[in-house]
């Protein structure tokens, strides 16, 4: 019986990732679909029973938490260096059109359906809230966070706090935590900066 909760650094380097950084931790549980589309950067980590799919670009020192569902498809999902996912957050990069005009589902023909497909993008520092649900087609602005249970189907501004169904903005975020990014980088084995 497998003890480690983590894939070994050998077990990681044959799915054959995109690209694989330093000391990444991805968890037995957590299902990744075609890795070779999947890049991770250094020090980032995915929890158990997530799902990644699709062409997805993990910076360094990101958390995705358990269960999150990161769908990227071929329009694809970027995550910026230091940000993160709650429990339960939902990222698409593509979905069906629920208006009525196509049907839907995977079980009917493609010239049925209306699909709705544009790349999300999460910059440095930006973080979601647990069971959030991120659109197609937006960008989270540098440092922005998102407050638990929102949708956000449009894009944020930088050092932004959003909260809501749909999310609006509440108020600004502090920025005090770059001062701390920069310590930390230099601290960092094998420090390039």
Known sequence: MQTDRYFSQDEL???????????????????????????????????????????LEIGRNVHIAHGCRVIAGREGIQMGDFSG????????????????????NPTVPMHHRSIQRARV???????????SVIFPGVILGEGSSIGACSMVTKSTEAWGIYLGVPAKRIKSRKKELLSLEATYLREAPNSQV
């Open 121 to 131: 993008e999460l910059g440095r520092h930006a973080i979601v809230g647990a069971n």
């Open 85 to 104: 996912l709650a429990f339960g957050v939902t990222i698409f990069a593509q979905s069906d059109d629920y208006s009525g005009l196509a049907l839907t």
């Open 13 to 55: 380097l044959a799915m054959r990732f995109k690209s694989l950084g330093r000391d990444v931790k991805i968890s037995r549980s957590a299902n990744l679909y075609i890795p070779e589309y999947i890049a991770i950067g250094d020090y980032s980590i995915v929890d158990d029973f997530c799902v990644l799919s699709g062409s």
